[in-house]
């Protein structure tokens, strides 16, 4: 069994994303499954493309991809993309849509076809907040997770895929006051055990 986790470059400012530094450091097995790891550029479209074309590659069973949500304390497993971009800021090549559909044939939302409420119960009973989450907001994370289950629904019927979005690390909020943080060691657990959940299923 193959397992593609992605997770964000830096964007916004930040010299690093948790999403990406937690992937890195996932192993490369879990069970029985092997889990290669992608790292995606904070871009509208290049994003997407470059998840297809790895999924294309290796044929994965299960996609999770992962972004960095600032200011949300919990890890956060969403349920929804939503046809739309609307960016409050330019991405990392300096694209600000707004309002703009992401593909004119797509529905109009997408659910993430990972058990994400198992994925819930397993991260909460080893003591990681987490939570359900009802929007992946409308800059590049929620566009990866509609263009990674536009193309399930395409050319990957068999493929479990879906989105965990994660807080700063401690040290990206020492300058930012009421800010929450989750250490790195917590957010490669909870991937650890998401992934460990979604093969179970
Ligand atoms: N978070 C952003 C995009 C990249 C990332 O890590 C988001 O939530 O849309």
Redesign the pocket.
């Known amino acids: 069994m193959k397992v593609l986790v992605t997770g964000?470059d830096p964007?916004g400012g930040e010299k690093i994303?948790p999403?990406f530094e937690a992937v890195k450091r996932l192993p490369d097995k879990i069970q029985n499954a092997e889990i290669i790891k992608l790292e995606v550029p904070?871009v509208f479209y290049k994003s997407i493309e470059i998840l297809r074309s790895k999924m294309c590659e290796i044929q994965p069973d299960i996609v999770i991809c992962t972004?960095?949500?600032g200011g949300r304390s919990h890890i956060s497993v969403e349920r929804v993309a939503i046809n739309i971009d609307d960016a409050k800021i330019e991405d990392n090549e300096g694209n600000k849509p707004i309002d703009k559909p992401i593909f004119f044939d797509g529905e109009n939302a997408y659910f993430s076809n990972l058990p994400i409420k198992k994925i819930v119960e397993g991260i909460k009973e080893i003591g990681i907040p987490v939570e359900i989450s009802n929007s992946a907001?409308t800059?590049?994370?929620?566009h990866l997770l509609y263009g990674l289950m536009y193309y399930i629904q395409k050319d990957f019927k068999k493929t479990l895929g879906g989105f965990i979005?994660v807080p700063y690390l401690p040290e990206q909020v020492l300058e930012k006051r009421n800010t929450p943080s989750m250490s790195l060691d917590n957010i490669v657990r909870a991937l650890e055990k998401a992934v460990e959940v979604s093969i179970i299923k």
């Not at 800059?139 to 929620?142: A, G, I, S």
């Open positions: 964000f964007f994303n999403s904070t972004g960095q949500a907001g800059f590049v994370c929620n979005h």
